[in-house]
């Protein structure tokens, strides 16, 4: 029997199963079984593998965004009219069969936008060209998903269980659990919090059902058997998405304030051009990026290349942004901005001041 009806069966076998307090075990042992063949579906062992292999796109800018969405819903519209690519676009399906890479420039920061082949469904085992653009997805900072706004909701869940069962975990974190292997010693499971959503048995199980008999696990939220499973394989990704419904000119004002409503959605008319510089706006905001901008001992600051850095970021990112002697060689910065205890005036810093967006930054070195 091969992998995909190992799968198959696995997952009638789940549907059958009614859930509750007594069953949680045995669903808790299924989920295992099955998150270890669907791992080994994308990255097959031997001379024959290669399809966990994303397409060869060199991740360049300040950060990725990966367009994802059925056949024939406006990805490749948008990409054109964001960036200065031009992705072919048609009234037919499969217009595009490769990965297309555009800039979107965002106030000097270049974000590469990238317009993957369409999903189809049965892409996470294979089907289409479904594990390349899976692979590439995992590489993003952030997912868009396009939808069409004509059709049903249905195709907004099909795509969330392509992308759930290949472990990309959408607008979620990495659940609070520290798992470490041992050489000896058996299994330490300390929790500091009650387990409503799981139990200790069930924990215990899967660890077995992983060849896991040596390690330490600390537990410090209220996780679910799916979480605890995903720490221990540890290649989930957890990243952020944007639902994004095109074709809003060819639905009803109320049918585009329901979707509007909705959480992590923006509603757009690629061919149209409505809502497109909001967008624009919400892909910056959910990257968590910040600008810095550098200026020199007596000169204005660079307000036309900024650096981009995460959220949380210190002085010791904006040097190694620049070059990375400049963090052996630091003996203080001048800050400007909202990171500054003195604004509207510098603040002398080192290197572990967080800064903030719009922030200027002059270096001093020795």
């Not at 392509?162 to 659990?177: C, Q, S």
């Not at 904006?318 to 990171?339: D, E, M, P, Q």
């Amino acid at each position: 029997m091969g992998v995909v009806e190992k799968i198959k069966e696995i997952e009638e076998e789940m549907a059958r199963t009614q859930k509750n307090k007594a069953t949680e075990y045995h669903l808790g042992l299924l989920k295992a079984k099955l998150a270890r063949y669907r791992a080994q579906l994308l990255e097959p062992v031997g001379k024959s593998g290669g399809g966990g292999t994303g397409f060869e796109v060199q991740k360049s800018g300040d950060a990725r965004v990966a367009l994802i969405g059925f056949p024939s819903v406006g990805k490749s519209t948008l990409l054109s009219k964001c960036t200065h690519t031009t992705s072919e676009a048609a009234a037919y399906e499969f217009t595009t069969l490769t990965a297309i890479p555009g800039v979107l420039e965002y106030e000097g920061a270049r974000i590469q936008l990238l317009d993957l082949p369409g999903i189809v469904e049965g892409a996470s085992q294979g089907r289409g060209r479904g594990r390349q653009v899976v692979s590439t997805a995992k590489t993003a900072d952030l997912i868009l998903i396009m939808l069409d706004a004509t059709k049903s909701d249905e195709q907004r869940h099909l795509l969330e269980i392509e992308l759930d069962a290949v472990g990309i975990r959408l607008n979620k974190k990495k659940p609070d659990v520290v798992f470490k292997r041992k050489t000896t010693g058996g299994i330490t499971l300390t929790t500091t919090v009650k387990l409503t959503r799981t139990d200790e048995r069930t924990i215990r199980t899967i660890l077995a059902s992983y060849k896991l008999h040596n390690c330490d696990v600390m537990i410090r939220e209220d996780i679910t058997t799916d979480e605890f499973i995903d720490v221990l394989i540890g290649t989930r990704k957890y990243i952020p998405c944007i639902y994004v419904y095109n074709k809003i000119d060819a639905i009803s004002l109320e049918q585009v304030d329901r979707l509007a409503r909705q959480d992590h959605t923006v509603v757009i008319s690629a061919e149209q051009d409505l809502n497109l510089d909001y967008l624009i706006e919400r892909i910056w905001a959910d990257l968590g990026l910040v600008k810095v901008y550098t200026k020199k001992r007596g000169a204005h600051p660079d307000l036309a290349d900024p650096i981009c850095l995460r959220t949380g970021a210190t002085i010791e990112g904006v040097c190694n942004g620049i070059h990375r002697s400049l963090t052996t060689n630091f003996r203080y910065a001048l800050v400007w901005g909202k990171s500054s205890k003195f604004a509207p005036h510098a603040q002398k810093v080192g290197l572990n001041h967080p800064v903030q967006d719009d922030d200027v930054v002059s270096i001093f070195t020795k």
